[in-house]
Every structure is written in C-alpha cells, then in structure tokens.
C-alpha cells in the first residue's frame, strides 16, 4: 500500500503531526506523496510562527520565512501573491492587496486561496465608486466621506489598517473582517458578494481585531474592548 492509499484519516493524522519545514518538503519525496497532499490539504501541528520577510530573495515569485526555532530562512514559492502588500496574517493566512487595491486570503502551506468581495462591483463601506481610464484600468477611487477622488496607490497603502481571516473548525466556511478608512470595522462570511458595516453601540476607533474560540474581539483607542 502506497502513502496516497492511506485512508484519509491517517493521512490527516501524519500530516497533522509534522512540523512546518517537514511539510513544506513533504510533497518533493514522491509522486505518491505530492497527491497525498496535494489531494488532502492538512495544517500541521500548531507551532512558533514564522516571520514572513519582505525582500532579499532575486526571485519576484518567492518569499523567505525565517524559523525562530531553527534559527534557519526557508524560500517558499508563492507567484500568488507577486506584487501585493501584505496586511496582516492569522491562523495561517496571509491578507494581500493587489495592485487595484482589492484584498485577498492565501495560504502559504496549503496553497488554498480566497478573493475576497470586491470594492469595485460591491457597495465597500465607504467607497462610492471606481474612476476607469480609456483603457478600463482603474486609476481612482470615489471616496463616500468627503466625495474625492482617492489614487488606487494611496487607496492600497493606506485604506486598510488591518485585516484578519477565520476558518471554521470543519473548513466549510470563514469570517473576514477589516479595519479600514477611519478605523471602522466591516466584515463577509463565505458566500457574501459584499462587505457589510460592524456598528458598535458607541462610537469607537478600531486600532486591532483577533478571533478567539469562534468570536471576534475588537479594541479601540481607548482601550475598550468589544
């Protein structure tokens, strides 16, 4: 019986267990090994985060990880996300805004992604609209609050303070939500086509957000906790 033949349950079990750089090099032992995880994604085991860096590797299409606990720099291959900014990671994934100023999830050990709803084909909290060139790119963004026009680079920059992903225990669904603009807080849930207003019952200044035991937990400037 080959490694692909276990059942699925064994094969989560083995790949639970094994620690971050393991799994990365998992799939280069065999054929049989690659399909095990290629068809079976599985999180290993928690363990010390890597630290993503933002440079120093020439290839624009990977990026390094250095290990606290092996004190070593690994480089994992992720064209996803080439050229996007990176906002925040939780829970394993990494939150991206592309050169249009849209968001989206990826998962750098499973390879599973999200694009999350758009600011340009959805009513965004705050965002009235896209101004497009001769050619249909998008140059400016119609900003609600004081009706200007915001540059997509600024919007990419500086529209987003954070931003986090939660996944269900079962992977049959997931939360988004965003702190954007002027500290607000906006979120979807899988299947959503848009964001939706997080309204608190006093007016508050969002500055971090973390979901702990399926509920999200939001702090504000002065230092109330939602």
């Known amino acids: 019986m080959s490694w692909a033949e276990l059942p699925p349950e064994l094969q ?6 094994l620690e971050l750089a393991d799994y990365l090099r998992f799939d280069a032992v065999c054929r049989s090994w690659y399909w095990m995880v290629a068809q079976r994604p599985c999180l290993p085991k928690p363990q010390i985060p890597w630290l993503m860096l933002s440079d120093g590797t020439r290839d624009p299409d990977s990026h390094r990880f250095y290990s606290f606990r092996h004190q070593k720099m690994y480089k994992i ?35 599973a992604s999200l694009a999350l709803p758009s600011i340009t084909t959805t009513t965004f909290p705050s965002v009235a609209g896209a101004v497009r060139d001769s050619d249909g790119r998008i140059i400016d963004y119609v900003v609600r609050v004081f009706d200007v026009l915001r540059a997509v680079e600024s919007m990419r920059m500086c529209y987003y303070c954070k931003a986090i992903l939660h996944t269900s225990s079962a992977g049959s669904g997931h939360t988004a939500v965003v702190i954007y603009e002027y500290n607000d807080l906006a979120f979807t849930h899988a299947g959503d086509e848009s964001w939706t207003v997080l309204e608190p019952p006093l007016p508050a200044m969002f500055v971090d957000i973390i979901f702990r035991k399926g509920l999200l937990h939001a702090m504000c400037f002065t230092a109330r906790r939602w």
Do not use: K, Q
């Open 12 to 17: 989560g079990l083995v790949l639970g267990r």
């Open 77 to 111: 291959h992720l064209p996803e996300i080439h050229g996007r900014l990176c906002i925040r990671s939780f829970e394993g994934w990494l939150i991206t805004v592309d050169e249009i100023s849209e968001l989206h999830a990826l998962n750098p050990l499973t390879g």
